[in-house]
């Protein structure tokens, strides 16, 4: 990961980080994912974006999940990708804001990621 974002780094480009099914991380493999962090949050990332990849979250626990990544990351900016497999990401798209998020992936006229994100006019 390391090389990657020196190469990207040295051909001018700025570097955002996908964390890839964060949420089932958070869910059942918390020490791993904070120990890679504890490392990621050292290189020169500009963003991370948290994805639930699966809709697997409930607002309690997208609330839970990301105060803990701004508290022991306070430093650092994260952005919420909310995926609506069981209609809840316009209200953990809401819970992820008000818990510290600083942007988030949303559809636009229905356009966006198989179509499942969060709509902008609903949230």
Not at 2 to 25: C, H, M, P, R
Request: charged share 20%; glycine share 6%; proline share 4%.
């Amino acid at each position: 990961i390391k090389q990657t974002i020196d190469y990207a780094l040295s051909k001018g480009f700025t570097v955002n980080l996908y964390l890839e099914d964060w949420s089932s991380g958070m869910r059942d493999s918390r020490d791993y994912l904070f120990m890679m962090m504890d490392e990621l949050v050292k290189l020169p990332i500009k963003r991370f974006l948290l994805p639930d990849t699966l809709g697997i979250l409930n607002p309690l626990q997208c609330v839970e999940y990301m105060r803990q990544m701004v508290r022991r990351y306070p430093n650092s900016h994260f952005d919420f990708h909310a995926h609506n497999d069981y209609d809840l990401a316009v209200s953990n798209s809401l819970a992820a804001v008000l818990s510290g998020a600083k942007g988030l992936h949303v559809t636009v006229n229905g356009l966006g990621e198989r179509c499942g994100n969060a709509p902008l006019a609903s949230v």
